[in-house]
């Protein structure tokens, strides 16, 4: 089985040991992605909309870097510091996702990097 590693500039770069993205087979795995601005490597201030619109950018980059977009997003792992973020995160998930919506899971979680309020992940199938 191979794996390729998937880097886009326009994605901030990875804070650890680990690729923004692999590719084995026909599936597409993003590492979870915080809310970074990638000019400046910096945690975004703001609401939680705000982080989240961010995180939602960041990986449709590292999607574009593997030339496929959020149409073929199977499952979506969200790691909310706080639940009651639960809501708003859907409402800005809503704004990337159109129907019919790719699996998720929601978790909670006691801390993320950086101080980040979230952290997603995601799985796509390619064509």
Not at 3 to 28: E, F, K, M, N, W
Not at 37 to 42: E, I, L, M, R, S
Not at 67 to 83: A, C, E, P, S
Request: proline share 6%.
């Amino acid at each position: 089985m191979s794996r390729l590693p998937i880097t886009s500039d326009v994605a901030p770069a990875a804070i650890g040991p680990y690729s923004q993205a692999v590719i084995s087979g026909r599936t597409i795995y993003t590492s979870g992605q915080i809310p970074l601005d990638p000019a400046t490597g910096q945690l975004v201030e703001g609401d939680i909309k705000m982080q989240a619109r961010q995180v939602f950018k960041n990986l449709r980059a590292v999607c574009a870097a593997a030339g496929t977009d959020f149409w073929h997003v199977v499952r979506v792992g969200i790691y909310l510091v706080d639940l009651n973020d639960f809501i708003a995160v859907n409402a800005v998930m809503s704004e990337f996702f159109g129907a019919p919506f790719p699996a998720r899971s929601t978790i909670g979680v006691a801390a993320l990097p950086k101080g980040a309020r979230i952290e997603v992940d995601l799985v796509l199938q390619l064509d």
